[in-house]
């Protein structure tokens, strides 16, 4: 089908008896003189820069790793109702006859001091995990995308503001800034996220902004404008979906931070309260247990581990992906 | 009456460095149907002009400090923002220099003409589109049909400035401005685009005005030129007085740096000696003054005013009444009869 086309439009464009000057002689409007093989050029289908995005991600083998490993994650943690109480332990209920005990297979990994299963708190902790992470971000992205869009796009004295504001929020150190946060706020789930969020908003209003002010260059942005097009028109048409994909790729490695916070802030009492089961909690408990049963550690540790770096790989990859530069 | 009378339009940038005088006091008018060319070097306030009549001027740093533009009765620099963009790509549409650019990356391009449409015609997506695929016919792609589904990295540079034109058309807009239009094109190409341009003008009445430092792109398709420099009007008239029988000293300069066939010509192409004048500090006197070879002492101390020479035809050049101050007597043309 494809091929017949492109004959047929060769053939159009062939047709007419050319002038000196390369018009067409008859009475139609002058047709942009093709190159041979333009006509099936133009028969490929449309490549769009998200799918050739992922033409490229999937040849990065690592980011698919990465991006397996999440799946997985998910799968597990999202299904974990269905199996994980069944064939091994609810994840809060305690077993006084097994203690600190490596048993497997009732137990594959093991069972904590107050004999609860590690492998299903591990396979639960993985919401609390992931929701901080997705949630933070969240809230990063809409305060970050709003801020940065209003600095980038109108300049001037709303862009010192919100850059201004971000520098004092990088000026704190990060960590004490969060832990500052959650004391004010109390120590609990959403109260996690919610301080991991806003103070993640200046990196991605910087980098959103930076990205604006590039793509607000391009002529199709004064040709909209020329058009009669509104500023929230020409910012959520024209703009925004050009300058989103350096976005794309902080936030994703954004997640693998806000976990990794997430982790460390419960690690010290600061986030989820037991008996919810998150990794950092978990790493909490054991911590006086490291030499004696090292499987207390080693399982929450590696999923955090694990699951930082397959985001980190996932976002590593979408830039590579998204860089037109690097285009074959 | 005109379609577009401009009086006295004066915009400024306010830079650190001091006040860009881009554009000094420009008048013109246009009619309907008409074509007018502005012809001037890099930075002589031609774009600047195009973007003021259109208040894309981008404030604050730039303004609009003095003048009228009035389209149709209307003053364009008093309306409102909601009329503004009303009167934007409905009646005054704008067609730029890289076509490479002006078209967002995306989107498709049978979407991006039904835009305007979908703005201002309040259409739904479907008749866009194919109002879209009617305009891509109308400006010679072949296929529209399908290629209205394709985007903008799969059009050639003509295909895509044949593109803009009709996005810029789509709501058959009363003045179309180009701004440089075939300047990033291949010479082929740019004569096809001309050619689209002057016969798409014949069959919908559109006014043209056309923004380029290339007087030979002008020469078949204006009514009247409009030559500029240093932010000033410095000759103003119907296309033929202004390309036989020029009167001011820098068009003679325009005209003797083209390349011509009919005069023959061995010697080297004439260029006008010297670099354009920056807009913030603008020499005393006649801006062209430190290039003009007739620069005399009134050239340095006063600035000339646009004044009527002939009918219809004016010049900003102190000597212009003088009836033997014409170009035969360029040095440089000389020089070149006499090889």
């Known amino acids: 089908m494809s091929k017949r086309r492109g004959s047929r439009e060769q053939r159009a464009v062939s047709a007419g008896p050319l002038d000196v000057e390369g018009h067409p002689l008859d009475t139609q409007m002058p047709q942009p003189p093709m190159p041979p093989g333009a006509a099936e050029l133009a028969d490929r289908p449309s490549r769009t820069l998200w799918g050739d995005a992922w033409t490229r991600l999937k040849k990065n083998k690592l980011a698919i790793i990465g991006l397996a490993w999440v799946i997985v994650v998910v799968i597990l943690t999202l299904s974990a109702d269905l199996w994980v109480p069944r064939y091994f332990a609810d994840p809060t209920s305690t077993e006084f006859g097994s203690l600190i005990k490596p048993t497997f297979p009732d137990h594959p990994f093991g069972t904590d001091r107050i004999g609860r299963d590690v492998f299903s708190r591990v396979v639960y902790g993985a919401r609390v995990s992931l929701a901080v992470g997705i949630l933070a971000v969240g809230i990063s992205l809409v305060l970050g995308l709003i801020l940065g869009a209003l600095s980038g796009y109108y300049g001037g004295f709303i862009d010192t503001m919100v850059m201004r504001t971000a520098d004092i929020f990088f000026a704190f150190p990060y960590m004490l800034f969060t832990i500052a946060l959650l004391a004010v706020l109390g120590p609990s789930f959403q109260n996690v996220f919610i301080a991991i969020g806003i103070l993640g908003w200046p990196s991605i209003a910087r980098v959103f902004r930076s990205s604006i002010l590039s793509v607000k260059e391009n002529e199709y942005v004064d040709a909209a404008r020329a058009m009669g097009a509104s500023d929230w028109r020409i910012m959520v048409r024209h703009i925004l979906p050009n300058a989103i994909a350096p976005i794309t790729v902080y936030a994703t490695m954004s997640v693998g931070g806000a976990i990794l916070t997430e982790a460390a802030l419960t690690f010290l009492g600061m986030g989820v309260q037991p008996p919810t089961p998150a990794w950092g909690a978990m790493l909490d408990d054991a911590r006086s247990l490291i030499l004696p049963a090292p499987w207390l550690t080693i399982f929450p540790g590696f999923a955090i581990l694990t699951t930082v770096l397959a985001f980190v790989l996932m976002g590593d990859g979408l830039r590579d992906a998204l860089d037109v530069k690097m285009k074959d | ?339």
């Open chain 2, 1 to 339: 009456m005109a379609l577009l009378e401009v009086t006295g339009l004066r915009t400024q940038f306010f830079t650190r460095d001091g006040v860009v005088k881009a554009v000094d006091g420009v008048s013109f008018e246009l009619e309907q149907g008409k074509t007018l060319a502005i012809v001037g070097e890099s930075g002589s306030g031609k774009s600047v002009t195009a973007l003021s009549l259109m208040r894309l001027i981008q404030e604050p740093q730039g303004r609009v400090v003095e003048g009228g533009v009035n389209l149709g009765g209307q003053d364009v620099l008093k309306m409102s923002d909601t009329a503004i963009r009303a009167m934007r790509g409905n009646r005054i549409a704008m067609i730029f220099q890289d076509p490479m650019t002006s078209l967002n990356p995306v989107f498709r391009v049978g979407y991006q003409i039904g835009e305007a449409l979908r703005v201002h015609k309040g259409m739904n997506r479907k008749r866009a589109f194919d109002r879209a695929v009617e305009m891509l016919d109308l400006v010679g792609i072949p296929n529209a049909a399908h290629r209205a589904k394709d985007y903008p990295h799969q059009f050639s540079g003509g295909m895509r400035q044949r593109a803009m034109i009709a996005m810029a058309l789509a709501c058959d807009p009363d003045i179309l401005i180009a701004d440089e239009p075939t300047t990033a094109l291949d010479v082929t190409i740019q004569a096809q685009i001309l050619e689209l341009m002057v016969e798409l003008q014949q069959r919908e009445g559109t006014a043209i005005i056309m923004i380029t430092h290339d007087l030979g792109v002008v020469a078949d398709m204006a009514n009247d030129v409009m030559v500029m420099y240093g932010g000033k009007q410095v000759e103003y008239g119907v296309a033929d007085d202004v390309f036989y029988r020029p009167l001011h000293p820098y068009t003679w300069g325009l005209l003797d740096s083209l390349p011509r066939h009919d005069i023959s010509a061995k010697g080297e192409l004439c260029p006008i000696k010297g670099q354009p004048p920056s807009l913030i500090d603008i020499p005393s006197g006649c801006a062209f003054h430190p290039r003009c070879p007739y620069a005399k002492e009134i050239c340095r101390t006063t600035v000339p005013a646009l004044v009527e020479i002939e009918p219809g035809h004016s010049s900003a050049c102190h000597f212009s009444g003088d009836p033997a101050f014409r170009r035969d007597q360029v040095a440089c043309s000389a020089d070149m009869e006499a090889n």
